[in-house]
């Protein structure tokens, strides 16, 4: 079967994708995965087949806007920031799509892809699925994941729910219409769309362990917790002698990485540094998108290093929670310390410390020396935190997500 994945966001929505497409490509489909040109070697380096979407997300966040948008962080505001500047590149994410599904058998949808790709898998009649990094089907368990982890009680995490789905149909209702008249389909709203999906129990699952984030009492069939998609990593890949020299010659580190937030406050770097320092901790930081480098002799800066090999080496992460790493973190069960800046990061942080495996969540924007020095302290001095991380790592182990898509590809 010819299977085609389409992503959209930064490189934590992507790589998730590589490892799912590596498991369908050897169990005999043929992969290709349509996402933005930064991500080529990613996906051509999994052994899987490369289609360009248009967009630049680095860019983007360098952009006035995107910094606006690190600056609001989560909550209402920066969440209706984030959906204002979403509109903006929607119309070039749908034309992107017009020549996608072409030579494909099944499309698999991302979160940011589905609402444009259901219509493009309607154009060319073949079956869609969604296969969701986030959890954004309305639920009394929990809020939107755009609005942090503070319940409204179940009667309200569903409006709320059922209300932010009613936004995204609109904020993407416009390029949807767009896209329909260029594929020549009818122009049918996209909320009408979503609701057809809905009742025929359109599937979707979403890349999460259940047990992180158990599945829903109230979810309609169809809807599921498939486990964790993890990144393709290049079995031939070795260690900078350097890295693997910092590692052996003291205690076990704590790891510093904002991943794809290239918009990092101008004192990110001096504010961590201090704490590092009052924490009296060795530190390896990843630069990352953010360029994040920081000075010291017990501190070793590093560029991209597969995170199924660093992390179980070190004794806490320090990152913003983003999807990606938050779930890299639980797969090695180390502790977390958590600095959430953006969009569902804040749900995850606080997701981290209910589970035990992280600390209070510190928002990006108030960040201080001494909050995190205290963090920092807290999961390394409190043996607990470890453990919980530990035990949680050793039943995200037993799942197997990926093969839950491979079960459900028509």
Same mark, same amino acid.
Not at 71 to 81: I, V
Not at 356 to 372: E, F, K
């Given at each position: ?111 940011? *892809? $589905? /609402? ?6 309607? =154009?060319? @009649?073949? %079956?869609? &699925?969604? #296969? ?105 890949? *070795? $260690? /900078? ?6 590692? =052996?010659? @003291?205690? %076990?580190? &704590?790891? #510093? ?121 807290? &999961? ?31």
């Amino acid at each position: 079967m010819r299977v085609e994945i389409i992503t959209a966001g930064s490189r934590g929505d992507v790589a998730p994708y590589t490892g799912l497409g590596r498991t369908l490509h050897a169990a005999g489909h043929q992969v290709t995965v349509t996402t933005h040109r930064n991500f080529t070697g990613l996906v051509t380096d999994a052994g899987l087949t490369f289609r360009e979407l248009p967009g630049d997300p680095h860019a983007a966040q360098l952009t006035p806007g995107g910094r606006r948008l690190h600056r609001l962080g989560g909550g209402l505001r920066g969440t209706a920031e984030f959906v204002r500047q979403g509109r903006r590149y929607l119309d070039d994410l749908g034309a992107g799509l017009v020549d996608a599904g072409t030579d494909a058998d099944v499309l698999l949808l991302a979160t940011t *892809t $589905a /609402p444009l790709g259901y219509s493009l898998a309607q =154009r060319r @009649g073949i %079956p869609s &699925v969604g #296969v969701f990094l986030q959890p954004v089907a309305a639920t009394g368990d929990f809020p939107p994941v755009l609005l942090g982890d503070r319940s409204f009680g179940r009667a309200g995490n569903r409006a709320l729910g059922r209300a932010a789905g009613a936004v995204s149909a609109r904020v993407y209702d416009g390029a949807s219409r767009r896209l329909r008249r260029r594929l020549g389909l009818p122009p049918v709203p996209l909320a009408a769309l979503l609701a057809q999906a809905e009742a025929e129990h359109w599937p979707v699952l979403v890349g999460v362990s259940p047990s992180v984030l158990p599945r829903p009492t109230d979810w309609r069939r169809g809807l599921e917790m498939a486990g964790y998609w993890w990144p393709a990593t290049d079995p031939h890949w *070795t $260690a /900078p002698p350097q890295l693997t020299a910092f590692l =052996r010659d @003291g205690p %076990p580190p &704590v790891l #510093v990485t904002f991943g794809s937030m290239a918009a990092l406050h101008p004192q990110a770097g001096t504010v961590i540094g201090a704490a590092l320092r009052r924490a009296g901790v060795r530190a390896i930081v990843q630069a990352g998108w953010g360029d994040l480098r920081i000075d010291g002799d017990d501190v070793l800066g590093i560029g991209e290093v597969p995170h199924d090999w660093l992390l179980p080496q070190v004794a806490a992460v320090v990152h913003h929670a983003g999807a990606g790493t938050t779930a890299a973190g639980l797969r090695a069960g180390v502790p977390a310390v958590t600095v959430p800046l953006i969009a569902d990061q804040p749900f995850w942080a606080a997701r981290l410390a209910r589970l035990g495996v992280g600390a209070a969540p510190l928002p990006g924007r108030r960040l201080t020396a001494g909050a995190l020095a205290a963090a920092v302290r807290t &999961v390394l001095d409190q043996p607990e935190y470890a453990e919980r991380a530990r035990r949680l790592a050793e039943r995200i182990a037993a799942e197997d997500g990926s093969a839950r898509v491979l079960a459900a590809l028509p």
